[in-house]
Every structure is written in C-alpha cells, then in structure tokens.
C-alpha cells in the first residue's frame, strides 16, 4: 500500500519559521519603516490608518510590520510623531491645539478645526474629552473668556461697528465685518449670547443702543445713528 505523502507545511518549524518572519522584517530598520509611515501622512494630508497605507503604493512596509515593530499600529503613529485619529491622549489633542494657535497666531476656533479636517481633532471629540471647545482651549493654555467677558467684547465691538456703519448692525452685517476682521466675533456667537431662541438678535440690538445711549449717541427707532 503506497505510503501518504507528509504535508511540507507539517514538517516546517515553528521556531525556524518565526526566525525566518522576523529576518524578513528586520530587513527595515526602525528609523526606515517610521519614515515611511511619516511620508505616507504627508502624501494624505493626515495621519494614515491601517488600510490606507497598505494602500499606498508607495509605501514599501506592511503595516503589520510596524505593528509587529512597535507594539500597535497607534504606538507607530506615535513613535513616528503622528497623532492617533482615534484614542488619542489628552496631551496629544492639547498639543495639536497649541501648535495650530501658534500657526494662527490666535486663539483656533471651531471654524478652524472644520477647515483641517482630517488632521486636526474634530470638535465633538474635543468636546467628549474635555466637556466643551473652551474647556479644551483652557486646558491648552488660551485665554478663554467666559460667557458675561464674551457678552462685553461683542457690545464693545458692536459699538464699533456702528459707528461706523452708521446703525445698529444686521446679522449680515456682522457676518460680511467677520470676513475682514478675524478678531470679531463669529455672529452666530454673539447671537447665542444674548437669550437663546428667536429674538436673540434684537436683544443685543437693544443693549447695544443702551450702551450708544449712555455713550451720548442719539439711535433712532429704526437704528440709525443721529448727530
């Protein structure tokens, strides 16, 4: 009776075969395989996942090498100085914030987050991690006004703004001054200052012509600003 033949992959040994697997991957020194993973989130535009850089052409690795390498596929990221788009410590979203501040020259806004999509931390995760936006700019070392510091600034701008549009401001208004001056306020901010829901608007209309009144303005009843 002819004798079975024995599977070649049953006679192959483990030890020799995970000596083999890990020659292989050494072929990549540290220093290489984070490089390429760096040079992939360049091509993206941010950090990379798993899938998108098995995708990438360009990269020579497999991402389970760095796996295999660095413990995760996150602790790659963060030995290659990227930021994990998932799971990401509170240090690593505060440093992102205070490396946009510093590329702004300002305090970064939502509007600012929403603009880097993709490699910046997104607001709700921000908010999920620290409680709100402000809290996460605090914690970041910004001067974050709170809600009566916020109400004065956009009075103050307000008075600004019209005096020189001759008027009380629309919500347009405002809206077209934002355009050229990064500093002011965002209108919907100034909206949600002044008791929320329908109305809003008018009520900070309304203090704002107090404040021109006490000022020594005469505000017309349909907001203009007399001599």
Not at 66 to 90: I, Q, T, Y
Not at 146 to 161: F, I, K, N, V, Y
Not at 178 to 205: N, P
């Amino acid at each position: 009776m002819p004798r079975k033949p024995v599977s070649s992959v049953r006679r192959v040994s483990r030890r020799d075969l995970a000596s083999f697997r890990t020659g292989l991957r050494r072929r990549y020194a540290d220093d290489d395989l984070l490089a390429e993973l760096r040079a992939c989130a360049e091509r993206l535009g941010r950090s990379p996942t798993m899938r998108e850089f098995a995708a990438d052409d360009r990269a020579r690795a497999h991402p389970q090498t760095l796996v295999d390498r660095f413990g995760s596929w996150n602790g790659a990221k963060r030995s290659a100085g990227l930021v994990p788009r998932r799971f990401a410590r509170k240090d690593e979203l505060l440093g992102q914030l205070r490396a946009l501040g510093d590329e702004l020259g300002r305090v970064p806004t939502g509007r600012d987050l929403d603009e880097r999509r993709g490699t910046m931390p997104s607001k709700s995760l921000l908010w999920q991690t620290f409680g709100s936006f402000s809290n996460a700019l605090r914690a970041a070392g910004f001067d974050v006004p709170g809600a009566d510091e916020r109400s004065e600034r956009a009075l103050a701008q307000g008075e600004r703004l019209a005096r020189r549009l001759g008027r009380l401001p629309r919500f347009a208004d405002w809206t077209a001054a934002k355009e050229r001056d990064a500093h002011l306020l965002g209108a919907w901010q100034v909206y949600r200052l002044f008791v929320g829901g329908r109305g809003s608007w008018t009520t900070f209309q309304y203090l704002l012509r107090e404040r021109l009144v006490r000022a020594g303005m005469d505000v017309r009843p349909d907001g203009k600003l007399g001599r």
